[in-house]
Structure formats: C-alpha cells, structure tokens
C-alpha cells in the first residue's frame, strides 16, 4: 500500500471514527503521514502531515523536535578594523530541529508556567539551564540565546512563531511542517498536548525517523563505526592527490 494510499485510509478512519466515538472528554488520537524521512543526496526536504481527532472543546499544541546538540554561539567584536571572535558561550542539549502549530495563540491555551515546564515555544525550551554552569556568570546570556535562535531561524530549523493548525468539524484537526533538507539524521519527537481552560487535559506522542540512504548514508556509517580506518584512508587519498597533481603540473 503506497504511502499516498495509507494517508487517506488513516483520515477517512479518523472520519468515521470520530462520528460513531462515544464523547470522552479526554479522548486524543493522533497519527502522522510518515513515521520515516529518508535523505538522500537530491532530498530537497519535505512535508510531514500531523493529523488526528480529539474532544470539540479542546485546544491543540503540537510540537516537533528533533535530535540534541551542542551548539556554540560566538560574538564578534571589531579591534582595530577588523571583526573577530571573542566571547562564545556553548549550549547544551539543543533541539536541532524545533517547530510548533497550535488552534489559537499560546498566551491564551495556557499558563506561561505551563508552556515552559512543557517545553511549548522554542524561548520556554532553551533556557539557563542548557549552558555550562562555568558560563552561567556572564551577564548577556539573553543576547546570546535570541543569536541562536536567529541563526537556526535563518536555516530553517527554528520556528517560533507556531503555525496554524486547521480543525474540522469542531473534532478533527491537522497541520503541516516542512522538514529542510539540512536536517539532522535521528529521531524527531512529535509531541501533541490537548489543552482545555488552561490546564492540561492530554497528551500524545510520536516519533519520526529521519535517516540517511544512498552512497551518502554507507560512508557516514563507515566513518562512524571505523573511524581510525576511515581517518587514515582519508589521508593515504589526500597525499595520492597531491602527488598525483605534482606530476601532472610537473609535466605541464
């Protein structure tokens, strides 16, 4: 069964489901279009559908995140002409992929409290405690984190302002997210909170598999398990090229 063929079955399920489903106050189904994004060398990204149904006086946040890093933000200073980098500050366990859709803004499905101990809002996510406890004196911590989320914004892999999440029939809602093809490899968390007069009512969770396939994906493995073998083939090629570059310049 194509994947085209599995999404619709999966809606119209949804559908028929949520007609003949006794009301549960508390009742959340969720699915995605793909549960695997495989990235190849001509993946120019692609667009992953969250669907699902749940009670008609529920409010939807549904977040995406992706595998943690750490992320090193330096700032530049001019001396004598010339912009350098001088400070930095490094942050631990960073989402390297964050994204957000909701029914209506934030501030009015919840509590700021609630958003933040939830991790809802890429501000409420990356917060103190994600720098090295040495760094956490520096006084312009807050420059330093809104230049991390300007640069991951540039390359599309921040998105703080959440996204529109379309409800049917006062039960069935569904949104879209676009995966960039500078994406990390790993597994992406998909979680989707219900939300009813500002208090948390459910919660459901998915992942997403976003792997490497091709040529590409046999040298990352390689590099990664074998990577004495891998480091010295890398230089025994370095040094044939420049030899063999020697000679033909030589003959020239």
């Known amino acids: 069964m194509s994947k085209a063929i599995l999404k ?5 399920f949804l559908i028929v489901w949520s007609t003949f489903a006794v009301a549960d106050t508390s009742t959340l189904v969720v699915d995605l279009s793909t549960r695997e994004v495989k990235v190849s060398s001509s993946f120019v990204g692609t667009n992953v559908m969250v669907f699902g149904t749940n009670s ?3 409010n939807i946040i549904v ?11 330096r700032k530049k200073q001019r001396v004598s002409g010339i912009w350098i980098n001088r400070e930095k500050m490094e942050f631990k366990e960073v989402p390297g992929f964050y994204a957000i859709a909701s029914t209506r803004p934030l501030n009015e499905i919840a509590e700021q409290s609630l958003l933040k101990r939830h991790n809802i809002g890429i501000r409420n996510t990356i917060t103190d405690n ?3 406890q040495e760094q956490k004196e520096i006084q312009n911590y807050r420059s330093f984190k809104e230049a991390l989320i300007r640069g991951k914004k540039k390359k599309g892999l921040f998105l703080d302002d959440p996204l529109k999440i379309d409800v049917i029939s006062e039960r069935l809602f569904k949104t879209s997210f ?16 219900a939300f009813r007069e500002k208090s948390l009512v459910n919660m459901v969770s998915k992942t997403i598999s976003v792997e490497k396939t ?4 046999d040298v990352f493995k390689f590099a990664k ?6 480091g ?10 420049g030899w063999i570059a020697s000679v033909i310049f030589r003959k020239i």
């Open 8 to 12: 619709i079955f999966s809606f119209t």
């Open 232 to 241: 010295l083939i890398a230089i025994v090629i370095a040094v044939l090229s």
């Open 178 to 193: 676009h995966f960039p093809n500078n994406m990390t490899t790993g597994k992406y968390t998909v979680n989707v909170f």
């Open 225 to 230: 398990e074998q990577s004495a073998l891998y």
């Open 130 to 132: 994600f720098i090295y």
């Open 56 to 58: 008609q006086h529920d």
């Open 63 to 73: 977040v995406i995140m992706g595998p943690h890093e750490t992320t090193t933000v």
């Open 214 to 217: 091709g040529i590409g994906a």
